[in-house]
Nanobody, 123 residues
């Protein structure tokens, strides 16, 4: 499985920005679909954004126009730029990977996960 390590979380006021990073290593397949999920206390883990190895992106409706997913050319680091943050964005954010041709989907389809980074946007 791919090893994933997230960083960049923190506490930011509403309207502010954060950039999350996910360092990836240990690839065993040729290409992977990468995604960010988030989970608030007591709620299900849900997809936030995903990206194919060719750079095609998908976003949850709740973050469209505010969040941007990207990855470096070497496919070793995944990013999530989060702008105009809202209190409802507060959650633990996880990086996830699955071999292609797998793509966007629920969390149970992803086998590789990081340990998460906390994002807090106070009311």
């Amino acid at each position: 499985q791919v090893q994933l390590v997230e960083s960049g979380g923190g506490s930011v006021q509403a309207g502010g920005s954060l950039r999350l990073s996910c360092a990836a290593s240990g690839y065993t397949y040729s290409t992977y679909y990468m995604a960010w999920f988030r989970q608030a206390p007591g709620k299900e883990r849900k997809g936030v954004a995903g990206i194919t190895s060719d750079g095609i992106t998908t976003y949850a409706d709740s973050v469209k126009g505010r969040f941007t997913i990207s990855q470096d050319n070497a496919k070793t680091t995944l990013y999530l730029q989060m702008n105009s943050l809202k209190p409802e964005d507060t959650a633990m954010y996880y990086c996830a990977a699955r071999p292609e041709p797998g793509g966007w989907g629920p969390h149970w389809l992803f086998r590789s996960w990081g340990t998460g980074t906390q994002v807090t946007v106070p009311q």
